[in-house]
């Protein structure tokens, strides 16, 4: 298409005077992506990255940590999968471009560490920027992109999150465009995971090029509020009505990362933001300290069942189907016919709520098995409605199977 390739040709020029960089002969490249997105994604990344608890502070020592504990814990027989190293892991680059390691912070070096990661039965992430610098300041991959997606590849990559500090002027799309063609270049498979805040509405051009794209600004260890650049839990949730449609197996919508574990919010209001998270077909990446979560952190985050509606193989995303005031009802078609549920009290009191067959399209007559997620509870024969009372800032989440 004319008007991308000129985008293009216009992205990647900008992008070399920012970052400064040498330009390759892959810059000269017609920058098509001619290799097909490898199927990397079929369902939601499931994983943990450093950035929500250790922001700067990581070590390879907390990352040889989450590892372990992600083995041995349960997390990864529940489907955790990635260990993902967030910014601050860069240091410079040396003559040539390439770029190095802070050696204070990961002695043995990524490709090490990478292997541990591996020799865990895990895969492993890394976090780069389209820009001159990331977001932490470290040196973005703005004009050296090819060289970068080649070095992750010899270390063993298996995902990259690409943020969007320091683009300037930079075409979000044709900046995305240079890294997928890059990647896919670079001899492995790895997943591309955009992060462009929802600025320049990735879910309209987004999924040619990566596997999920964040969908706002940063999540922060709350319920609601705004801290800085960050907004709490039901604030990130508001900017997730109607992007259902966008998202499906490997073009995932990225309400950004999990909070569970980390302190800030109350179990009740863990259970919700997991539950919706699930319900949004969401990447659940988990950032808390693994290695020292508490047995409730452990338990919410590997609510199987919840952790199936995530992962459901239709990978249709959630809408709000209802609201009143400070109650809502989410649903989700699940494969196979089934249907999950979210009845949602955002008030300070306990409410009574019940979601109709009607409002999901099922006859009102139909004998329905309806399983409580976080209870447990089977009921068998439910005919018209389901509900019950909803805690403050709680939810019932339920999975509604017909009964034929
Ligand atoms: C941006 C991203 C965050 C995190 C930081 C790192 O704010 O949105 O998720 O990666 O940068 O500096």
């Known amino acids: 298409m004319k008007t991308t390739a000129w985008l293009l040709a216009a992205g990647l020029s900008v992008g070399l005077c920012m970052g400064g960089g040498v330009v390759t002969a892959q810059a000269h490249e017609t ?27 990581i070590t390879e020592d907390v990352v040889r940590k989450q590892a372990d504990a992600m083995a041995a814990s349960g997390l990864k027989d529940a489907g955790y999968q990635y260990i993902v190293i967030d910014d601050c892991w ?13 050696l204070e912070r990961f ?74 063609k890059a990647l ?16 320049n509405y990735p879910q309209r051009w987004a999924a040619p090029i990566g596997h999920l794209w964040r969908t706002t ?14 907004i709490g839990m039901v604030n990130i949730l508001d900017k997730q009505l109607d992007l259902w449609r966008y998202s499906g197996p490997n073009r995932w919508n990225d309400p950004d ?41 452990l338990r919410i985050l590997t609510n199987k069942d919840v952790i199936a509606i995530d992962q459901d193989p239709l990978g249709q995303q959630a809408n709000r189907i209802w609201k009143e005031g400070d109650l809502e009802i989410w649903a989700r078609p699940l494969k196979g016919g089934d249907q999950a549920v979210v009845l949602f009290n955002r008030g300070a009191a306990p409410a009574e709520m019940s979601v109709t067959w009607e409002q999901l399209n099922l006859p ?5 098995q309806v399983k ?17 009372t909803v805690a403050s800032h709680g939810v019932i989440m339920v999975r509604l199977t017909p009964m034929v």
């Not at 820009?131 to 991959?141: M, N, V």
């Not at 600004?217 to 960050?230: F, L, P, Q, R, T």
């Not at 949004?280 to 300290?289: H, Q, S, T, V, Y």
């Not at 068998?380 to 509900?387: I, P, T």
Request: net charge negative; proline share 4%.
């Open 217 to 230: 600004g940063d999540i922060y260890d709350a319920w609601e509020g705004k801290k800085g650049y960050s």
């Open 372 to 388: 409580d997620l976080w209870s447990k509870k089977v009921t068998k024969n439910v005919k018209a409605r389901f509900g019950g």
């Open 257 to 297: 990362m999990l909070e569970v574990g980390n302190g800030g919010m109350t179990s009740t209001e863990y259970e919700s933001h997991f539950s919706l998270w699930a319900m949004l077909a969401a990447p659940l990446i988990a950032g808390n300290d693994l290695s020292a979560m508490d047995a409730d952190t």
């Open 90 to 102: 860069q240091k410079s680059r040396d003559a040539d471009g390439n770029i190095q390691v802070d």
């Open 107 to 180: 002695p043995s070096g990524m490709k090490a560490l990478i292997d541990y990661v591996h020799s865990k039965g895990l895969k492993f992430g890394l976090y780069s920027d389209a820009g001159s610098l990331t977001c932490g300041g470290r040196p973005g991959s703005a004009g050296h992109e090819f060289q970068d997606a080649r070095q992750y590849a010899r270390w063993g990559v298996d995902y990259l999150k690409y943020d969007w500090c320091y683009t300037g002027t930079r075409d979000a799309e044709a900046a995305y465009t240079i890294m997928a």
């Open 184 to 199: 896919r270049e670079s001899g492995r498979d790895i997943v591309l995971s955009i992060c462009e805040w929802g600025d």
């Open 31 to 57: 920058l098509k992506l001619e290799a097909p997105k490898p199927n990397l994604l079929p369902a939601p990344p499931m994983g943990w990255n450093s950035w929500n608890k250790y922001a700067c502070n």
């Open 364 to 368: 009102a007559g139909l004998k329905v």
